[in-house]
């Protein structure tokens, strides 16, 4: 009887190994690497990778949604807090310099795709409450729209032009500080 439950078990380890390793790998060689660095980094067999993500656009994919449900944790622990908006950018801006290429990956995906018009207004749902507050209490100015974060966040990806970890994270703070200071224009 715990055979199934084991093997679930072993299957979602295994899918959060190739996850992490992913991360990982595309943030150290690029999106384009080869797939096997990633089942040596997480220690699983090419059959274990593409039973769980059948081709590199999925492992994209899942790396999108993991993104996305780190960022409405994010979002969910912010609640109630005055500065909520800017916690969360400065968080998306650790983010991309973590995983510079999916976010370079994601920002060459046409424009025209389902999955980044689908992202979006993910992102829309998740980040308009924050950005009202934000207006709200004046802390940003008035005109701040969703579409300014995304603008914004393409902004923070510059930072992946550093050649280290060290000179990504330099870069996306020197970026943020510009970006904070532009955000605190005109309020009405």
């Known amino acids: 009887m715990t055979e199934p439950t084991h093997k679930r078990a072993d299957a979602n380890l295994h899918r959060q190994q190739l996850l992490d390793a992913a991360d990982k790998v595309f ?19 090419r059959a274990t990778l593409y ?29 109630g807090e005055e500065d909520a908006f800017f916690k969360l ?7 991309i310099v973590d995983s510079a290429p999916v976010a370079d990956y994601w920002r060459a995906t046409d424009r025209n795709s389902p999955v980044l018009h689908e992202a979006q207004e993910r992102l829309q749902t998740m980040l308009d ?30 930072s992946s032009r550093g050649k ?4 990504r994270v330099e870069l996306s703070k020197r970026a943020l500080t510009f970006i904070l200071h532009g955000l605190s224009g005109p309020h009405s």
Request: overall charge negative; proline content about 2%; hydrophobic content about 50%.
């Open 51 to 79: 039973r769980n993500f059948p081709d590199r656009e999925a492992l994209m994919m899942a790396l999108l949604e993991r993104a996305f449900s780190k960022l409405e944790a994010m979002i969910e622990a912010l609640q």
């Open 164 to 167: 280290t970890r060290d000179e």
């Open 129 to 158: 409450p924050l950005i009202r507050h934000a207006i709200d209490s004046r802390r940003c100015r008035a005109d701040l729209r969703v579409e300014d974060v995304v603008l914004l966040t393409n902004m923070l990806g510059a």
């Open 89 to 95: 950018l400065a968080a998306m801006s650790a983010m």
């Open 27 to 45: 943030s150290e060689h690029g999106v384009h690497v080869a797939l096997e660095l990633v089942t040596t980094e997480a220690g699983v067999s």
